[in-house]
């Protein structure tokens, strides 16, 4: 069984930045790519980006592409999203995930952690 575990969630004041993290139990699981979404309550989860795993080839929701950076370090086995100029509606609790067949899609992933709760106040 894979275990994801997000860290780095907190409250944020509006146009602050933030970085979150995501490691994987057993160190050496490596799925295709690695996946954060998003979901604000009264909200569908939502796709935020992906990056794969070999080649860091990285994805972006486009309405968040150039404030959110997704990256990978091998080493941690880690998969990190720096998020910059956060807003009010930033606010969500923040899911990593992971697939083996990459794609936007929550159906489309196969483990999720958590999730971490990140606030953004005005």
């Known amino acids: 069984q894979v275990q994801l575990t997000e860290s780095g969630g907190g409250p944020v004041q509006a146009g602050n930045s933030l970085t979150l993290a995501c490691t994987a139990d057993?160190?050496?699981?490596?799925?295709?790519?690695w996946g954060w979404f998003r979901q604000a309550p009264g909200k569908e989860r939502e796709f935020v980006a992906s990056?794969?795993?070999?080649?860091?080839?990285?994805h972006y929701s486009e309405s968040l592409e150039g404030r959110f950076t997704i990256s990978r370090d091998a080493a941690k086995n880690a998969v990190y999203l720096q998020m910059n100029t956060l807003q009010p509606e930033d606010t969500a609790v923040y899911y990593c995930?992971?697939?083996?067949?990459?794609?936007?899609?929550?159906?489309?992933?196969?483990?999720w952690g958590q999730g971490t709760q990140v606030t953004v106040s005005s």
């Open positions: 995930a992971t697939t083996i067949s990459g794609g936007r899609s929550p159906g489309e992933y196969d483990y």
């Open positions: 057993p160190p050496r699981y490596n799925p295709y790519a």
């Open positions: 990056i794969t795993w070999t080649g860091g080839i990285t």
